[in-house]
């Protein structure tokens, strides 16, 4: 199926769990409600209609400051500040972030057979990070999800190991959050350089 | 009553126990640092348990603070053996976003280097597990063969390794000359040490017999955990991004991919070195049908102009002449005495530097110059997300990216081949012997720098 | 201890800097890309067997000099930290590539901003990655360092530059 068929059957499928999709650049993307990600997820890999049995990517995007960063311009200490302001123009544009959630997670999934590809995506608020986990159903679940637990701390339920992968256990907060400072470093041992 | 002892009284059923076998983070193995704490009966591995990040260097933090073309020299350190792939991944990623299309030219530059890059990616990891085995004159003969296609790297990009090569919106420079003829003198001497390697491995019966049935999985098993890549093709299923999912100009070039059926470490050997032949074929292919960059001179005298006479016919109003002409530059600035061949990058003013030529030339190559390099400024693309994916050495490599429409990416995410292999590690380890984990982690292929990023 | 030992210590410290210099059994401690050129530097394009220092030992007792190649994480700090610490005297400690003379340009929550803040250095070898020939010159002033050692271990410095004797 290419995207726009892609998207059309899986909003007649779901129509309950689909919140929006849209086709940015030719990737069928499609907003599911958080409840209903287990059900359209395991449809989605049997259904010999997707048939998707490739679990490609897994990961997460952090909203906070979605357009509202500004750097500065010149060099880096000129005080001018320039607000983030796209300068190629789009024919089709793309309809932006998907609520006022802070976190979406995003899923890449992949057909073999049938050759196609869709995303998912799972608006979380801060409040109530949680999602549930994709672990009975892809085995590389398992380890994406602890990596977005890692860096981004939303949680999933019924993961069977839940914990750090990438940093130490005793690492404090969520490096890829935007509130987490790029620098800032929390040695094991030696010096706070 | 003592009793004359003719036997010892049979002994009972032997306690044992398991043992914990904790091989790195700091072990002998070439790949990288991980640490696999092995459960051990025997010899027999009954438990395995693989922890990463021991090289985790915010590769996504750091894309965050910087441009989208200097994010290039930190995908050059993600699979850091085949740099180019990366790069050109990458690169292809942002354009996808943009929306702009790259010269025929630059696709085939490209497809070139991300295959040399591919043969030096497999040469370095087969001549590794040919090293742990013991058999140490493999890996030599296979790093002197790297070091040729390294040489044809640094006449083309400048830099051995870290090339940072590519640039959103074309590559950085074009071929030089008498490329072809390098390149082909150093496949013809790749193939005389393959052929080498060939003989001294394949039917060794040392290295069959430590390959050859060790670190197997099954198809279902290895889709189950998202595997691709030589890993994957070694089982049986024929899955690579070039074929079922082209980019660049793969659909135009013949090729074979090589598909294993028995999904152990000697197939993986078998596939790996295929692969590597037909890589060396698709170069040939690309070198024959390069297209030609034509140069861009004054409509006029048919010549390249020299920058100062630039600047004068602009002064006498002759704007047609410039537009399209190239200045040849002193030969102390980049770009020197050569000619200029635009067909290296997309024509697009807001994305792609100007030749230097260009920028010391003319008032709008300077100000195209200036609004792409100035902080805040830069390529700023129009707010989106894109998934991009190539076939990396290992799988496929994709860059997710999202845009908010500032001059730094907003989140870039790099789908790394080989961390899917590592987190079936633990299932495919379960079952052999403690010798056997060395072939089978040397055959994942682990790259720390894509592993950990 | 002063540096004007007898003419027979001075012979004896020279006798067995040479030894030492020559017979370099290196721990490579590989973590990331700088692990390629040393690999490259290591085999027969080139060889630095040719120094004497062609047998890496991967095990810390058995090894002198430390060749930290490649970025140190934080995570990966104490494992560094217990395997310096299990080297035996005489030793010596070569940071191979910018991630580890100075943090490299991952200035970042994850990695350390040079090991020399958490065990002695004597080269620094820059270069991201550096040329097999760069690692050649850091080798050849380790070299000359380990030659000017003292028997009590004392480093005198400066360290006299290192001079190409065939």
Request: hydrophobic share 40%.
């Amino acid at each position: 199926m290419n995207a726009p068929a892609m998207i059309q059957a899986v909003s007649e499928r779901f129509p309950a769990a689909v919140k929006t999709s849209h086709m940015y650049r030719g990737d069928a993307t499609v907003v599911l409600r958080r409840e209903s990600l287990l059900g359209v997820a395991r449809v989605l890999k049997e259904d010999p209609a997707f048939e998707m049995n490739f679990l490609m990517d897994l990961t997460a995007v952090d909203y906070s400051c979605f357009g509202k960063k500004s750097s500065p311009a010149f060099f880096s200490s000129s005080g001018v500040m320039v607000s983030p302001s796209p300068v190629i123009p789009d024919a089709d544009p793309w309809p932006g972030p998907t609520g006022p959630e802070r976190f979406v997670v995003v899923y890449h999934l992949y057909s073999l057979p049938l050759k196609h590809r869709l995303r998912l995506e799972v608006p979380v608020e801060e409040a109530d990070a949680e999602v549930d986990s994709l672990t009975s159903i892809w085995g590389g679940a398992n380890w994406l999800e602890r990596e977005v637990w890692d860096m981004f701390g939303i949680r999933f339920r019924a993961h069977p190991n839940l914990i750090r992968i990438l940093m130490y256990e005793e690492f404090a907060g969520h490096p890829l959050r935007k509130d987490y400072p790029v620098n800032k470093r929390q040695p094991l041992i030696g010096p706070v350089n | 009553m003592d009793q004359p002892q003719t036997q010892k009284a049979t002994p009972g059923p032997i306690e044992t126990r398991e043992m914990l076998l904790n091989v790195g983070p700091a072990h002998p193995a070439m790949h990288g640092i991980i640490r696999i704490v092995t459960k051990l009966d025997g010899e027999q591995v009954v438990d395995a348990d693989v922890e990463i990040g021991y090289l985790h260097r915010g590769f996504e933090k750091m894309s965050e603070t910087v441009d989208y073309n200097g994010v290039m020299p930190y995908t050059d350190r993600l699979n850091y053996v085949s740099p180019l792939i990366n790069n050109m991944g990458y690169c292809m990623a942002v354009e996808k976003l943009l929306g702009v299309a790259v010269p025929e030219r630059c696709h085939y530059i490209r497809v070139i280097l991300s295959e040399i890059s591919r043969i030096a990616d497999h040469l370095t990891c087969v001549g590794a597990s040919a090293m742990e085995l013991g058999a140490f004159t493999v890996f030599l003969y296979m790093i002197k063969a790297r070091e040729f296609l390294w040489e044809l790297v640094e006449m083309v990009t400048g830099a051995r390794l870290t090339v940072s090569y590519g640039r959103v919106g074309g590559v950085k420079g074009d071929l030089p000359e008498g490329f072809a003829e390098r390149c082909r003198n150093a496949l013809r001497e790749t193939r005389r040490v393959l052929a080498e390697s060939d003989a001294l491995l394949t039917r060794n019966r040392i290295f069959v017999d430590r390959m050859s049935g060790t670190g197997r999985i099954t198809p279902e098993n290895a889709i189950s955990y998202g595997i691709t890549g030589p890993f994957l093709r070694s089982t049986g299923v024929a899955y690579d991004v070039r074929k079922d999912c082209p980019y660049a100009v793969y659909d135009q070039l013949q090729f074979d991919v090589p598909v294993g059926t028995r999904g152990d470490n000697y197939d993986r050997y078998l596939v790996r070195m295929e692969e590597m032949e037909q890589s060396m074929g698709i170069i040939e292919q690309g070198l024959r049908d390069l297209p030609p960059g034509p140069v861009a001179v004054n409509p006029e005298t048919g010549q390249p102009i020299p920058a100062a006479e630039m600047v004068d016919q602009g002064k006498a109003g002759n704007i047609a002449a410039i537009a399209d002409a190239c200045a040849t530059t002193d030969p102390t600035l980049e770009g020197s005495a050569k000619p200029r061949q635009p067909n290296i990058a997309v024509g697009e003013k807001r994305v792609f530097l100007p030749s230097k030529e260009d920028t010391y030339g003319n008032i709008e190559g300077l100000m195209q110059h200036f609004k792409l390099v100035m902080y805040g400024h830069g390529i700023r693309p129009p707010k989106g997300e894109v998934y991009f994916p190539v076939e990396g050495a290992n799988g496929e490599l994709g860059f997710y990216i999202v845009s908010d429409g500032g001059s730094k990416p907003y989140r870039v995410r790099v789908r790394p081949p080989c961390f899917f292999i590592m987190s079936a590690l633990h299932k495919i380890l379960v079952g052999e012997m403690a010798a056997d984990v060395i072939p089978t982690f040397g055959s994942v292929n682990m790259i720390g720098g894509e592993l950990d990023r | 201890m002063s540096d004007e030992a007898g003419f027979l210590t001075s012979r004896l410290e020279e006798a067995i800097g040479w030894a030492r210099k020559y017979s370099i059994f290196q721990y490579p401690f590989v973590t990331a890309c700088c692990g390629m050129e040393y690999m490259a530097t290591a085999c027969s394009h080139y060889d630095v067997d040719r120094f004497g220092a062609g047998l890496p030992r991967f095990s810390p007792r058995q090894a002198d000099v430390l060749f930290v190649v490649g970025t140190i994480s934080h995570k990966m700090l104490p494992v560094l930290k217990r395997i310096y610490d299990q080297m035996a005297d005489p030793k010596w400690v070569v940071s191979f590539g910018v991630c580890t003379c100075t943090g490299g340009f991952y200035d970042n929550y994850a990695t350390v901003m040079g090991i020399d803040t958490v065990i002695p250095v004597d080269v620094y070898i820059p270069g991201c990655p550096p040329r097999p020939e760069y690692v050649l010159d850091g080798l050849l002033k380790l070299q000359a360092k380990i030659q000017a050692q003292h028997l009590s271990g004392h480093r005198s410095a400066p360290e006299p530059r290192p001079e190409f004797r065939p």
